[in-house]
């Protein structure tokens, strides 16, 4: 029962004593209020019916340091298409905008809106893509592990396949991932079917391109034990190149820890909000969806991690070439 209720029920048993006893100041004696106050009840009983003893309901007080109404629709409208990402992120997001909200009030502002926590925020993505009709899928858990460590950018690059689902119309869809530990620039490649040490290859090639595209070159990659890691050809192509080829030990996933941060990155703020948006019919829209999300991670996402402190992947490259 909520308050305006038991105020409501407590008008009508002052009412209905009086009716009963006959008498209104034994009645306001009893109930503890006054006969001005009982004779206001009783007059709007009876000229508008006993609903209207229900009391109003009052429009919150627009404060003066209220967050703005604009500010307010920005939030909630990231909150949602964006639902995996928390209350730092989103005041990232709105500080882009030219918007600066604490992250407090961003958390504050959520809940009054039923949307502090992730599931909420989810479960609101989700019930906008059902109202439209597009197709939405469960969530997977994060990885997690520890962190590593590289003097300059291609020293260590980290390097690992992640499994995004078999999606209706496409099959296995596999994403095979670079992260560079110096400055945790990124690149993906995302194929259909399992990785084999003929895409590895490939995929180290475009690695290899990739950095020296930004003026570094890859001097050790570290990987798991995987199948297409193994490739006597992959062996071969490293020794040719001098890359050093760094293994991690049997069944140790945080031993790769920077990827698999990365995975969670990436499976929180881009696949599982863009399978909340829409469905997917080809690899080519999945490599779409992964370049376009990349540019953001790579020059705007701040990364508040304790290595990154609040910098993207692109500063971070861009001290390295000042240095």
Known sequence: MTRDQIIYQRRLRVLSHAEESGNVAETCRIFGVSRTRFYEWQGVAQRYGVEALMPKAHRRPQLPNATPTHVLEVLLTLAVLQPTLGCRLLADRLADRGFAVSKTTVNKLLGDHGLARRHQRVARAAAVAAS?????????????????????????????????????????????????????????????????????????????????RHGHQVRSVLTDNGPEWRHTGLAEVLAQRAIRHIKTPPRSPNHNAVCERFHGTILDECWRPAFHRRAFTTVAQLRAEADTWLVDYNHRRRNHGAFMHGRTPAQVLGEHRTQ
């Open 132 to 212: 439209t009709g597009l197709i939405t899928r469960p969530a997977l858990r994060d990885p997690i592990g520890f962190c590593h460590w590289a003097a300059r950018p291609g020293d260590l690059v980290a390097m690992d396949g992640f499994y995004i689902g078999n999606l209706k119309g496409v099959g296995p869809v596999w994403q095979l991932t670079a992260v560079d530990t110096a400055t945790r620039l990124a690149m993906v490649w995302i194929i259909a079917g399992a990785p084999n040490g003929v895409l590895a290859l490939k995929f180290v090639d475009k690695v290899v391109r990739w950095m020296r």
